[in-house]
């Protein structure tokens, strides 16, 4: 049996239920700092357990509260129990496994196991993470209260569901931008990203922004399978959403890069007329090497070549684009420069002075949004 480390983390807070999610939060951002501290990882954490007054309060199979845990631990979700406190707010401790020294050896391309974590971790050089997320999360729900047209669904599973925003005072059908969120595939909702409808939204553009059930419910192949039924629910209601059926385009970014690039490359790209990647994961062979790929379910290489956009090829008829972060690891600014050059040398933008996270604010305005409508106003056939 490996030797366990212990470590607790509490939060007193007010235990009113509009206190009880942000006491649950701060309690989360403990435990992970304290995880941080030992230098253990969220693959390391072996259980949780949460207590509180009124434990139904923060349950972990509260759709709200199983995003947060994936927002700060990712799609490692160790086991959680809940149980009632005679104490005030949300106590977590939690048992890990006892710190290991790092493994030397190269895993990939010349990288060990911890180098390449850190190449492809999104926020090992981003302050403030839990600001971001919070701004994410306020702003979208706000946006949203504001704009949603429709709650549309496309499947029978919980996650299978579309927001659908349409721009005021039309005349007539108008063309439609699929947004696709990241996350890892792990995490995120689409109400966190509502606010980069703006643009698009502005521009004259119907914006859909799916959903999709996360990882380790769902392997890559799930996801990919569910998206391809979004874009043909999209295509097919297009008419009756007020939407012109000849003019749809599909964007993502980070983990939605990767699945707009696959849908770009797979039947339903005849639905479409432009695909635009923002940060993705093209060459998914790094991420196989790492904890990720077994909830991913990446059961050899031949699968993840399968699901990896850079060993496929667009239809012939898509316009291509790409765009990440100037301040962004190395490997990401890798896997977007080779993927535009071998996807017919697509114009692949390098964005100063932006990292993984706020490279979105520019679908609002300056030259992301530029190039995005660019990219869909010349991404139909013939022009």
């Avoid at 606010?195 to 996801?223: E, R």
Wanted: a neutral charge; hydrophobic letters at 50%; one cysteine or more.
């Amino acid at each position: 049996m490996p030797k366990r480390d212990h470590a607790a983390a509490s939060t007193v807070v007010g235990t009113s239920e509009a206190e009880m999610p942000a006491a649950l939060r701060l309690a989360l951002g403990e435990a992970a700092r304290a995880m941080f501290d030992v230098g253990a990882g969220p693959a390391d954490v072996l259980a949780m357990r949460w207590s509180a007054r009124v434990p139904a309060m923060i349950h972990p199979a509260q759709v709200h509260v199983d995003l947060l845990v994936r927002e700060i631990f990712g799609g490692m979700q160790p086991v959680i129990s809940v149980r009632a406190g005679d104490h005030d707010g949300v106590r977590i401790e939690m048992s890990m496994r006892a710190p290991q020294p790092p493994d030397p050896r190269p895993v990939w391309n010349g990288f060990s196991a911890a180098e390449l974590a850190r190449a492809y971790s999104t926020r090992a050089t981003v302050p403030n993470m839990a600001g971001i997320f919070e701004g994410w999360r306020s702003n979208g729900a706000a946006f949203r209260a504001r704009n949603l047209a429709a709650e549309l669904v496309y499947g029978r599973l919980p996650a299978q569901t579309i927001d659908l925003y349409l721009p005021r005072r039309t005349t007539g059908p108008v063309p439609l931008w699929i947004f696709i969120h990241g996350g890892y595939w792990q995490a995120i909702d689409k109400a966190d990203n509502a606010q980069f409808a703006a643009g698009m939204l502005g521009s004259g553009y119907a914006v859909a922004m799916p959903n999709y059930t996360l990882a380790p419910a769902a392997s890559l192949d799930d996801i990919v399978r569910e998206m391809q039924a979004a874009v043909a629910f999209l295509a097919a209601e297009a008419a009756a959403l007020g939407c012109d059926p000849a003019a749809i385009h599909i964007a993502g970014h980070s983990a939605g890069g990767h699945l707009a690039a696959m849908i770009a490359a797979l039947p339903e790209a005849s639905l479409v007329r432009s695909c635009l990647a923002l940060s993705g994961l093209f060459d998914l062979l790094p991420l196989s090497r790492l904890p990720m790929g077994g909830m991913l379910r990446f059961d050899d290489d031949a699968t993840v070549a399968r699901l990896s956009p850079d060993r496929l090829r667009p239809h012939d008829h898509i316009r291509v684009g790409v765009a990440v972060g100037g301040l962004e690891s190395r490997e990401f600014q890798r896997q977007s420069s080779a993927f535009a050059a071998r996807w017919g040398n697509a114009p692949c933008h390098i964005i100063a002075g932006r990292h993984h996270f706020d490279l979105l604010d520019g679908l609002n305005g300056g030259d992301l949004l530029a190039f995005a409508r660019q990219l869909a106003a010349r991404g139909v056939a013939g022009e």
